[in-house]
């Protein structure tokens, strides 16, 4: 018996290594087919696109807020895979009834190497684990060389429209902008993703740079228009919401594409 906690604090305990794999976040799927577990998955979600063909050899079992119980249920799976800002409470308790459910919780790049670090551990991919924690590790060292010597610049990042919504505090995207030597205006903000009034961003914090994220809302030209209308001197700029939001191996690919965000809005 073999027994691990999850980052939320709840103890699993294991007879054998789980085989059959469910993950229910795209960013996890992804880290489990780079650590070499695509024959374990059996169950993805719609929005698991990386890689693409997985959801054509898999199940597609829901989305990540909406999941078909019946489904997961069917395919009879050992763990499924979760996160606890994607899926709600509700949904892990009622997933519990089928097996264990292991919960990541990815606010900080410590957290996302300890998630690559447990999921090494749980599923016995240990040196596959740390192949990317070291190529994590490196891209990092690189990026914070290449960023110390940019000023801090004041930002803005908007993920929905209808109402206007911006990435606040204790989320991964502020960590990230953070990193990039970015200042979140709305990081001191009680809710992690606020509602905010476009007409009062200069008075709360004047951004030097507009973020529009590509997810999970769709920003087209006239949002950056509506936008710019009122922020004036920032520059508004279409991001990839997945380098800045999807935590797993995808950090490696997200530190590239930092460097060429910076080149391209420089001053």
């Known amino acids: 018996m073999r027994q691990f906690i999850d980052q939320i604090g709840t103890s699993h305990t294991f007879e054998n290594t789980p085989k059959r794999i469910v993950s229910l976040v795209p960013s996890q ?3 489990l087919y780079d650590l070499g577990l695509e024959d374990d998955i059996v169950g993805v979600t719609k929005f698991c696109i990386h890689p693409y063909h997985l959801k054509a050899t898999k199940t597609v079992v829901g989305g990540t807020k909406k999941i078909k119980f019946d489904k997961i249920k069917a395919l009879q799976p050992d763990i499924i895979i979760c996160n606890k800002e994607e899926n709600t409470k509700e949904i892990v308790e009622e997933l519990s009834q089928i097996c264990p459910v292991w919960v990541t919780d990815i606010l900080t790049i410590e957290d996302n190497s300890k998630m690559i670090q447990d999921f090494g551990l749980l599923f016995n991919k240990r040196t596959d684990a740390q192949k990317w ?7 990092l060292q690189d990026f914070k060389q290449f960023i110390k010597d940019r000023p801090i610049k004041k930002a803005a990042y908007f993920i929905w429209a209808n109402p206007y ?9 502020n960590e990230l902008l953070q990193l990039n030597h970015f200042s979140n205006i709305y990081e001191n903000k009680e809710s992690r993703y606020p509602e905010v009034e476009l007409r009062k961003i200069r008075l709360e914090g004047d951004p030097d740079y507009v973020f529009l994220s590509s997810e999970p809302f769709p920003f087209k030209d006239e949002h950056a228009f509506e936008i710019g209308r009122v922020t004036h001197h920032a520059k508004t700029v279409f991001v990839d919401g997945e380098m800045f939001s999807w935590y797993g191996s995808r950090l490696v690919k997200a530190l590239a594409y930092f460097k060429k ?3 391209k809005i420089q001053d």
């Open 165 to 173: 919504m911006v990435a606040g505090n204790s989320t991964f995207i």
């Open 261 to 263: 965000l910076h080149e």
């Open 29 to 31: 799927t992804e880290l």
């Open 133 to 139: 924690i070291d190529k994590t590790n490196f891209a």
